[in-house]
């Protein structure tokens, strides 16, 4: 699929088969991630990923910060990405590692819509609970910058075409 296909097309899809995600699949996704841009190559994104039983441990990580109402969640797909930005001692801009980390993200996001995945970007309460964060080892200044649900597109959901203000309303041009 040509990238801006897929930038144009890509949409936040919740609902998922529950077929599983090869795992090579998802590492191509990864593969992608790893090639955002990043100042002084410090590489600032982290990937866990929870696909099967591994589901379990991330379910048990929401309860603890959000209930059991937050228990269920991991289970919507088959494999979720949990991205994290652990800032480097090289980087002079910690904004610049949280950016390059998003930008990672959205390589993730993008290369799952080019092969066929459905995904969304989530986050909420209980991305900023401890008990997700000590699963996943994030230190004090470290940030979870959300999770990647992925799976096979549901036949039964419709995707809205996507809507965006012009390009002319958000762009100031110096000639």
Known sequence: MDILQSIH????????????????????????ARWAPTHHRTEPWRFWVFSGKGRDRLAEAFAAAGGDKERN?????????????????AADNPQEELLATGAAMQNLLLAAQAKGLAAIW??????????????????????????????FPDP?????PGRRSSVEERTVWYE
Do not use: I
Request: proline residues 11%; glycine residues 10%; aromatic residues 4%.
């Open 9 to 32: 097309e890509r949409r936040s899809v919740g609902k998922v088969r529950p077929d599983p995600v090869p795992r090579a699949l998802v590492e191509e996704l990864l593969e992608a």
């Open 73 to 89: 969640k991991p289970y919507r797909a088959p494999v979720v990405v949990a991205v994290g930005c652990v800032p480097q001692p």
């Open 122 to 151: 989530r986050s909420g309460a209980m991305a900023h609970g401890p008990g997700v964060r000590t699963l996943l080892g994030l230190a004090e200044k470290d940030t979870l910058v959300g999770f990647v649900y992925l799976g």
């Open 156 to 160: 039964d959901v419709t995707v809205l």
